[in-house]
């Protein structure tokens, strides 16, 4: 899950960290395209994790049809594991394969994990064979991780690798001037540089100091001056080094002595910056934010071990890690027992799953205590019917449909679909060839349809209809099959030709869609015909359909063909000669195009060159690019005007190949 609150607008770029920012920032917007792999490095509290959700957020923002995935290395390896006890490594690979973004923190908590590193290696070739991007972060660079494979060390290095760095003065003055606002807080300028001049190294380390300050000041009289703040300061263990240059406030370089967070309170020995020592009302405030410290201790220390406990157990531990990031909490006790409370909802809905659905295992709602009512829902669906049947495919939405004047009226009919479902248009059937794009059309409305607030969208073959149905006859599950169906808020059925021929696929279906209609319930169908024309279609069900609204797909027109070859050539500028000259060949279905651009920029790999639109002459149509020859070498001679009679005696001699000259004198 995406910590909501880290995102980019949250996040304070510096010196040391504009760089990461910045592909970040390009990888969020165009996954896949560009820095693919991306790898941050950095010790812990500098940002990594943050950079990588806000990625998500950012990614999700431009285009929420993504799909976006986040997971420690942690949780990577326990979701394998469990996928492997429970038979069901397909469907744990399928979760990140069919990401659009993968986003994978503490990845040096792979090193030794040789089989992990595997399943690593082959989900980055498979994202970035799909244009899918993978982002990683791990606290040190990918050649420093024990027993890491030479192989994923080549993947990363041919992405980009990137170090952040601490942050300097200006930045950490900025991040504590931002935080101070979110905590609705207000200190003096001098109060913060105070803080922004400790030589601390990480973010967090600072914020500490800061939450150490608003404690401070929410149990003083009035604000706290900047002397009080270098005195509770000195209490963190850190030396202040007084401006940029670490010297003392007369330049002679002194500092305020460091004491540890365990020695005696500081108002028990006088400071060398206090040669009077600590006044009484000093002392109270130094033994108050001693025993608040004390406290805050004990309390952090208990939920940390509740964190690494449960994290040991494959359960994510958000909450825990928001409750440690607090200054102090308002009843940590109370925080951990509902947290502990949702984990023993989900351990039994864990169990009931392992005996009526343990396929469903590997979802991510039934370890996420933060989603206990999404698990629930889960677990009940399986209950009653059931594995969950498919939803749309992300591979297809319509942002990534080449729509063109043939295919514009099909467009239109889905957005209304979606807007109203089962209001208008109710079945939708579209109709056309194969590889004119009615499977993407159909996935795609159903993503439209979940945008919209559709629970549950399916999205069958009319083979997987026909298979299901066959199954449950065969194991006496149909009436459970039913009921599966009959859940559906929408129904859309790719194909439903497959049906033809079939009489009790065709009775099914018939049923269904009557009561589907009845409850309002959307529902859409592509076909290779009109319904009243398939073969073996009985006509009661042929009829119904074509009571909808029946569209048909023509051949992909030349704004379709520029469009999707323009999006399978990548972002970026294309090369308006190539895409011209691409679009203008024929193709009867947007299959073609889709099969000759890949094709193409395979070829022009091989060649080692770009791809360019007389390369593209040459593997298409096997025209010899003009050959480039050596300057020639002059007779002495000036040649004639384009008006005069040039001397066949004297032009031969300039020509030093041999072949032309073979040819002249043939004529």
Known sequence: MLNPHARFASFVVGSSNRLAATAAKAVAEAPGAAYNPLFFYARPGLGKTHLLTAIGHEA????????VEYVTADDFVEAYHTALAA???????????????????????????RELQSELLRLIDVLMAADRQIVLAGDRPP????????????RFAGGLVIDIGAPDYETRLAILSRRVVERQVAFGPDVLAAVAELPIGTVRELLGALNRLIAQQAVAVGPVSVDEARKVLATLGHARAAGRSGRGADGSGATIGVVSQSSTPIASAPSSASPAGLDEFSTFLADVSTAVSQQVDRWRQRVTEAALRYSGEGFHTTRLDSLLAQEIAVDPAAALATFEADIDVLRRLQRELSDIAPSLLVDTALHDPDRVAEAEVLVTDAREAGAPLPGPSPRYTLAHFAEGTSTRPVVA???????????????????????????????????????????????FDGKEFVDGLVAALGDGTITRWRQQLRRADAFLL??????????RSQEELYLLYNLLLESGRQMAFTATAAPTQLDGFEPRLATRLAGGL?????????????????RLLGPGPADPELVEYLAARP?????EVQQLVPRLLSAAEGRDTALSVDVARVILEGTIAPVVRPPRRGSG???????????????????????????????
């Open 587 to 591: 193709a009867a279905s947007l299959r």
């Open 494 to 503: 790719d194909d439903v030709g497959a049906l033809a021929g079939k009489e």
């Open 413 to 459: 009919a889905i957005r209304v679909v979606a807007a109203a479902p089962g209001q208008r248009y109710n079945p939708l059937v579209i109709v056309g060839k194969a590889g004119l794009g009615k499977t993407h059309l159909l996935h795609a409305l159903g993503h439209l349809l979940k945008s919209s607030g559709v629970a549950r969208v399916v999205v």
């Open 637 to 667: 001679l000036l040649a004639p005007g384009a008006g005069a009679i040039r001397s066949r005696e004297k032009m031969i001699e300039t020509w030093p190949d041999i072949a032309e000259r073979l040819l002249e004198d043939w004529n």
């Open 87 to 113: 038979g069901q490594a397909d469907a744990y690979r399928r979760r990140f394969t069919e990401a659009h973004l993968v986003l994978v923190d503490d990845a040096q908590l792979l090193a030794d994990q």
């Open 60 to 67: 999700l923002v431009i285009d929420p049809s993504r799909v």
């Open 550 to 566: 029946v569209l048909e797909l023509g051949p992909p027109d030349r704004e379709a063909r520029t469009r999707e070859v323009e």
């Open 143 to 154: 050649e420093e991780i024990q027993s890491l494979d030479e192989r994923l060390i080549r």
